[in-house]
Nanobody
Framework: QVQLVESGGGLVQAGGSLRLSCAASGIVFSINAMGWYRQAPGKQREMVAAITRSGYTNYADSVKGRFTISGDTAKNTVDLHMNSLKPEDTAVYYC???????????????????????WGQGTHVAVSS
């Protein structure tokens, strides 16, 4: 079992930046891929960015060029650097991890994380216009 704890959310003005961090504990050697997901009010949870242990990444089209995901396997952490934030980025952001050999592209399927992964408790990001 893997436990995930997110930090770094908050309120920021449009155009600003935030960094989210996720720390994993437990059976961390089993982690194959980690990702950041978000859920806005009234919307379904969606992948923002994912990274595999091999370093392959995948980004949602809406954040490409603005967000960067990075992982530190030694520290068992994954960060999400968010730049040029927009009001539509407002959501609860969740960290996720899976031990399944999913590709970075497959991490976009939230159902796979539900079935084969672990979720953090979420951290709120609010972007004001």
């Amino acid at each position: 079992q893997v436990q995930l704890v997110e930090s770094g959310g908050g309120l920021v003005q449009a155009g600003g930046s935030l960094r989210l961090s996720c720390a994993a504990s437990g059976i961390v050697f089993s982690i194959n891929a980690m990702g950041w997901y978000r859920q806005a009010p009234g919307k379904q949870r969606e992948m923002v960015a994912a990274i595999t242990r091999s370093g392959y990444t995948n980004y949602a089209d809406s954040v490409k060029g603005r967000f960067t995901i990075s992982g530190d396997t030694a520290k068992n952490t994954v960060d999400l650097h968010m730049n040029s934030l927009k009001p539509e980025d407002t959501a609860v952001y969740y960290c996720a991890a899976t031990s399944r050999p999913l590709t970075a592209q497959a991490m976009a399927l939230v159902s796979l994380i539900d079935d084969f992964g672990s979720w953090g408790q979420g951290t709120h990001v609010a972007v004001s216009s």
